[in-house]
Protein backbone atom coordinates (compact mmCIF):
# COMPACT_ATOMS: atom_id res chain seq x y z
CA UNK A 1 0.00 0.00 0.00
CA UNK A 2 1.43 3.51 -0.68
CA UNK A 3 3.08 5.48 2.37
CA UNK A 4 2.41 8.64 3.68
CA UNK A 5 3.20 10.94 0.53
CA UNK A 6 4.13 14.92 1.56
CA UNK A 7 3.92 17.63 -1.07
CA UNK A 8 6.24 19.32 -2.33
CA UNK A 9 9.71 17.56 -1.53
CA UNK A 10 11.71 21.01 -1.36
CA UNK A 11 10.51 24.54 -1.15
CA UNK A 12 12.85 27.95 -1.53
CA UNK A 13 10.26 30.72 0.18
CA UNK A 14 11.52 34.11 1.16
CA UNK A 15 10.82 35.76 4.61
CA UNK A 16 7.64 37.34 5.13
CA UNK A 17 5.85 34.76 2.81
CA UNK A 18 3.15 31.96 3.33
CA UNK A 19 3.42 28.57 2.23
CA UNK A 20 1.14 25.16 2.36
CA UNK A 21 2.41 22.23 2.51
CA UNK A 22 0.51 18.98 2.15
CA UNK A 23 0.43 15.33 3.26
CA UNK A 24 -1.52 12.63 2.14
CA UNK A 25 -1.79 9.55 4.63
CA UNK A 26 -2.08 5.72 4.23
CA UNK A 27 -5.16 4.79 3.41
CA UNK A 28 -7.94 4.24 6.52
CA UNK A 29 -5.25 6.12 8.85
CA UNK A 30 -7.33 8.70 10.25
CA UNK A 31 -4.58 10.71 12.52
CA UNK A 32 -2.27 12.72 11.13
CA UNK A 33 0.75 14.80 12.34
CA UNK A 34 3.30 17.28 12.03
CA UNK A 35 6.48 17.80 12.73
CA UNK A 36 9.44 19.97 12.81
CA UNK A 37 12.87 18.77 12.57
CA UNK A 38 15.68 20.55 12.70
CA UNK A 39 19.65 19.83 13.44
CA UNK A 40 19.79 21.49 16.65
CA UNK A 41 16.33 20.85 18.08
CA UNK A 42 15.62 17.33 16.69
CA UNK A 43 12.23 16.60 16.38
CA UNK A 44 9.75 18.79 17.41
CA UNK A 45 5.25 18.56 17.73
CA UNK A 46 3.73 20.41 15.86
CA UNK A 47 0.19 19.79 16.10
CA UNK A 48 -2.22 16.15 15.29
CA UNK A 49 -5.54 16.28 13.38
CA UNK A 50 -7.97 13.10 13.68
CA UNK A 51 -11.10 13.34 12.01
CA UNK A 52 -11.02 16.45 10.64
CA UNK A 53 -10.08 18.20 14.66
CA UNK A 54 -7.08 19.37 15.90
CA UNK A 55 -6.55 17.25 18.56
CA UNK A 56 -3.39 17.72 20.20
CA UNK A 57 -1.03 21.25 19.74
CA UNK A 58 3.20 21.90 20.40
CA UNK A 59 4.47 24.94 21.33
CA UNK A 60 4.65 26.89 18.43
CA UNK A 61 3.81 30.43 17.47
CA UNK A 62 -0.03 31.22 16.14
CA UNK A 63 1.74 31.07 12.35
CA UNK A 64 1.91 27.86 12.40
CA UNK A 65 -1.20 26.42 11.55
CA UNK A 66 -3.31 22.97 10.06
CA UNK A 67 -6.16 21.47 9.27
CA UNK A 68 -7.60 17.97 8.03
CA UNK A 69 -9.96 17.11 5.10
CA UNK A 70 -12.61 14.48 5.08
CA UNK A 71 -10.42 11.97 3.46
CA UNK A 72 -7.45 12.50 6.11
CA UNK A 73 -5.07 14.57 4.28
CA UNK A 74 -3.54 17.23 6.15
CA UNK A 75 -1.93 20.95 5.32
CA UNK A 76 -0.41 23.03 7.49
CA UNK A 77 0.22 26.68 6.94
CA UNK A 78 3.22 29.14 7.81
CA UNK A 79 2.47 32.60 7.46
CA UNK A 80 5.03 35.59 7.69
CA UNK A 81 8.02 33.07 6.83
CA UNK A 82 10.91 33.47 9.24
CA UNK A 83 14.64 32.67 8.94
CA UNK A 84 14.46 30.05 11.80
CA UNK A 85 11.29 28.41 9.86
CA UNK A 86 13.99 26.78 7.45
CA UNK A 87 13.65 22.86 8.36
CA UNK A 88 12.35 19.62 7.33
CA UNK A 89 8.52 19.01 8.25
CA UNK A 90 7.81 15.69 8.56
CA UNK A 91 4.39 14.76 8.28
CA UNK A 92 3.05 11.73 10.30
CA UNK A 93 0.08 8.98 10.01
CA UNK A 94 -1.54 6.56 12.50
CA UNK A 95 -4.18 4.02 12.17
CA UNK A 96 -5.96 5.74 15.60
CA UNK A 97 -4.59 6.72 19.10
CA UNK A 98 -0.39 7.42 18.22
CA UNK A 99 0.65 5.78 21.87
CA UNK A 100 -1.57 2.26 20.44
CA UNK A 101 0.16 2.19 16.99
CA UNK A 102 3.13 4.84 16.70
CA UNK A 103 3.87 6.57 13.41
CA UNK A 104 4.21 5.62 10.01
CA UNK A 105 6.13 8.69 8.38
CA UNK A 106 7.00 10.68 4.90
CA UNK A 107 9.54 11.37 3.39
CA UNK A 108 9.10 15.57 4.46
CA UNK A 109 9.29 18.52 2.70
CA UNK A 110 12.67 20.68 3.29
CA UNK A 111 11.37 24.19 3.89
CA UNK A 112 14.71 26.93 2.96
CA UNK A 113 13.51 30.68 3.57
CA UNK A 114 15.91 33.01 2.19
CA UNK B 1 5.30 17.68 30.67
CA UNK B 2 6.90 14.44 29.38
CA UNK B 3 10.61 14.86 27.85
CA UNK B 4 13.52 12.07 26.17
CA UNK B 5 17.16 12.65 26.82
CA UNK B 6 19.47 10.39 24.22
CA UNK B 7 23.12 11.14 25.68
CA UNK B 8 25.08 9.71 23.05
CA UNK B 9 25.21 12.68 20.40
CA UNK B 10 27.17 10.19 17.91
CA UNK B 11 28.46 7.12 18.01
CA UNK B 12 31.28 5.56 16.05
CA UNK B 13 31.76 1.32 15.54
CA UNK B 14 33.02 -1.02 13.71
CA UNK B 15 31.17 -3.81 12.04
CA UNK B 16 30.71 -6.61 14.71
CA UNK B 17 31.08 -4.80 17.59
CA UNK B 18 28.14 -4.55 19.96
CA UNK B 19 25.38 -1.41 20.67
CA UNK B 20 23.84 0.19 22.99
CA UNK B 21 22.30 3.77 22.84
CA UNK B 22 20.83 5.09 25.87
CA UNK B 23 17.11 6.95 26.20
CA UNK B 24 15.74 8.46 29.42
CA UNK B 25 12.61 9.78 29.78
CA UNK B 26 11.02 11.92 32.26
CA UNK B 27 7.11 11.10 32.92
CA UNK B 28 5.40 10.15 35.80
CA UNK B 29 2.70 7.96 34.14
CA UNK B 30 2.19 5.25 32.18
CA UNK B 31 4.32 5.14 28.76
CA UNK B 32 4.36 3.68 25.53
CA UNK B 33 8.38 3.64 24.13
CA UNK B 34 9.14 3.55 21.08
CA UNK B 35 12.73 3.38 18.66
CA UNK B 36 12.73 4.72 15.57
CA UNK B 37 15.54 4.85 12.57
CA UNK B 38 16.76 7.38 10.04
CA UNK B 39 19.01 5.81 7.59
CA UNK B 40 20.67 8.18 5.25
CA UNK B 41 18.33 9.98 2.38
CA UNK B 42 14.74 7.74 3.63
CA UNK B 43 12.09 8.56 6.35
CA UNK B 44 11.76 7.37 9.89
CA UNK B 45 10.70 3.99 10.52
CA UNK B 46 9.84 1.92 13.45
CA UNK B 47 12.45 -0.45 14.44
CA UNK B 48 10.66 -1.36 17.58
CA UNK B 49 7.82 -0.55 20.45
CA UNK B 50 7.41 -1.11 23.84
CA UNK B 51 3.51 -1.16 25.66
CA UNK B 52 2.83 -3.54 28.21
CA UNK B 53 4.19 -7.13 29.53
CA UNK B 54 7.68 -8.23 28.60
CA UNK B 55 10.03 -5.54 29.28
CA UNK B 56 12.68 -6.85 26.53
CA UNK B 57 11.06 -6.02 23.30
CA UNK B 58 12.82 -7.16 20.08
CA UNK B 59 12.25 -5.32 16.61
CA UNK B 60 13.25 -5.89 13.46
CA UNK B 61 16.92 -6.21 12.04
CA UNK B 62 18.44 -7.87 14.98
CA UNK B 63 17.18 -5.29 17.67
CA UNK B 64 16.38 -5.38 20.56
CA UNK B 65 15.52 -2.39 23.80
CA UNK B 66 15.28 -3.38 27.59
CA UNK B 67 12.42 -1.17 29.16
CA UNK B 68 13.80 -0.47 33.01
CA UNK B 69 10.98 1.09 34.94
CA UNK B 70 13.53 2.34 37.82
CA UNK B 71 15.21 3.83 35.93
CA UNK B 72 13.03 5.38 33.30
CA UNK B 73 15.05 4.04 30.30
CA UNK B 74 14.70 2.08 27.01
CA UNK B 75 17.91 1.92 25.99
CA UNK B 76 17.99 -0.13 22.77
CA UNK B 77 20.77 -2.82 21.74
CA UNK B 78 22.34 -4.67 19.27
CA UNK B 79 24.97 -8.08 19.42
CA UNK B 80 26.57 -6.89 16.47
CA UNK B 81 25.98 -3.88 14.13
CA UNK B 82 26.52 -4.10 10.29
CA UNK B 83 27.66 -1.26 8.16
CA UNK B 84 24.23 -1.21 7.06
CA UNK B 85 23.03 0.25 10.23
CA UNK B 86 24.63 3.04 10.05
CA UNK B 87 21.90 5.81 10.58
CA UNK B 88 20.11 8.24 12.93
CA UNK B 89 18.26 6.54 16.31
CA UNK B 90 15.39 8.41 17.65
CA UNK B 91 13.83 7.05 20.58
CA UNK B 92 10.49 8.46 21.48
CA UNK B 93 7.91 8.29 24.46
CA UNK B 94 4.29 8.54 24.44
CA UNK B 95 2.04 9.69 27.25
CA UNK B 96 -1.18 10.49 28.54
CA UNK B 97 -1.80 11.87 25.43
CA UNK B 98 -0.94 11.00 21.66
CA UNK B 99 1.82 14.15 21.76
CA UNK B 100 4.83 11.90 21.14
CA UNK B 101 8.01 13.02 22.26
CA UNK B 102 11.29 12.62 20.56
CA UNK B 103 14.88 12.41 21.90
CA UNK B 104 17.67 14.75 19.87
CA UNK B 105 18.98 11.54 17.87
CA UNK B 106 21.98 9.61 17.74
CA UNK B 107 23.79 9.28 14.96
CA UNK B 108 25.56 6.20 14.24
CA UNK B 109 28.50 5.77 12.30
CA UNK B 110 29.55 1.91 11.62
CA UNK B 111 33.16 1.61 10.13
CA UNK B 112 33.31 -1.76 7.54
Known amino acids: KAGVTQTPRYLIKTRGQQVTLSCSPISGHRSVSWYQQTPGQGLQFLFE???????NKGNFPGRFSGRQFSNSRSEMNVSTLELGDSALYLC?????????????FGSGTRLTVV | AQSVSQHNHHVILSEAASLELGCNYSYGGTVNLFWYVQYPGQHLQLLLK??????LVKGIKGFEAEFIKSKFSFNLRKPSVQWSDTAEYFCAVNGGNNDMRFGAGTRLTVKP
Open chain 1, 92 to 104: ASSLGQVRNYGYT
Open chain 1, 49 to 55: YFSETQR
Open chain 2, 50 to 55: YFSGDP
